[in-house]
Structures are given as structure tokens and as C-alpha cells.
């Protein structure tokens, strides 16, 4: 039933990017403006995107580092069992275990949080780019290539939203 349901929308949208772009062909005379945008090389490639990245690179290296005296101490834990096998030592080793997971999973939490806040800014920012560019240039239409099976080089436009992205965030 939702399967449906999601073909009819998908059908629906279709439907209405041709009819605007069919009605933006008869009111100016000529073709409709269309740009792709690759979202995810705007992110890698821009200024702010590689900030972004570094302080989430760094946030890991800094909580893989907090990790390591743990797991080293884990380790050492588990060969002083297999040495030595006692209900104690089991049960600390069992102790310690838990409490590196739940470490483990917080610093991944932490990371994840991290990553998805800096990621929204950074999207909100391409969006402000963009829309920038759809009113300077006249675009009909700009989408990004996720949602698009094939597109000619020639309506991609990347490389100026990184351009001006960067322009923007250093006028800042």
C-alpha cells in the first residue's frame, strides 16, 4: 500500500517539474535553466566543509586516544586470565569490558552528534548558496545529483557553488 502511495508521489512530482518546466519554456521563449549540484563534493571540497571534517577527524583521534589506555588495560586484563583463570579475575575482566563498550559507544555517540550538528550547518549554508545562485542565474530548477539517474556535465554546477560557497563563508 505505502509502495503505492510512493509511486503515485514520485509520478506526481514528475509531473509537475515537466509542467513547470513546460511553462517556463512558453513564458520566456527560451529553454528552462536547470543545474545538478554534487552536495557531497561541496561538503569535501569547500572551505567551511573541510573545517568541518577536520574537527570531526580530530574529535575521533582525541576520543581513540582517550580509548586506548582503556583497551590497553583491557588487554592486559584478559592475558593476566588466561594466565590465571579465577571466578575474581573473570569477573573483573567482565566488569571492564562492559565499562570499555559503554565508553566505546558513548565516544561513537558523541562523534555521530558531532558530525550530524556540523553537517546540518554546513547544509543549511549550501542551501543559502544556492538558492543565491538560482535567483543570480536564472535557474528554473537545481537539484542534486542523488536524485538524479543522469544528467549532461554540462548543467552541473559544482564547481560555482564551491566558488561561491567559499566567497560567502570568507566574506564572514
Not at 583521534?61 to 590465571?84: F, G, H, I, N, V
Request: glycine share 4%; charged share 35%; net charge positive.
Amino acid at each position: 500500500m505505502a509502495l503505492k502511495k510512493e509511486k503515485k508521489l514520485k509520478r506526481l512530482g514528475s509531473v509537475l517539474v515537466g509542467f513547470l518546466l513546460f511553462t517556463s519554456i512558453a513564458c520566456t521563449g527560451e529553454p528552462p535553466k536547470i543545474g545538478v549540484v554534487n552536495v557531497i563534493r561541496v561538503i569535501n571540497e569547500s572551505n567551511e566543509g573541510k573545517k568541518a571534517n577536520a574537527e570531526v577527524n580530530d574529535l575521533v583521534k582525541a576520543r581513540q586516544a582517550a580509548l586506548k589506555s582503556k583497551a590497553e588495560t583491557l588487554e592486559k586484563l584478559k592475558k593476566s586470565l588466561e594466565r590465571e583463570p579465577s571466578k575474581a579475575k573473570k569477573d573483573e575482566f567482565n566488569k571492564a569490558a562492559a565499562a570499555y563498550q559503554k565508553l566505546v559507544a558513548a565516544a561513537d555517540g558523541e562523534v555521530k552528534k558531532k558530525a550530524a550538528d556540523l553537517r546540518k550547518v554546513v547544509l543549511e549554508h549550501i542551501r543559502k548558496v544556492l538558492e543565491t545562485i538560482g535567483q543570480e542565474e536564472k535557474f528554473v530548477l537545481i537539484i542534486t545529483n542523488e536524485n538524479v539517474a543522469y544528467s549532461q556535465k554540462s548543467i552541473d554546477i559544482t564547481d560555482i557553488v564551491i566558488k561561491k560557497y567559499n566567497e560567502v563563508q570568507g566574506a564572514k
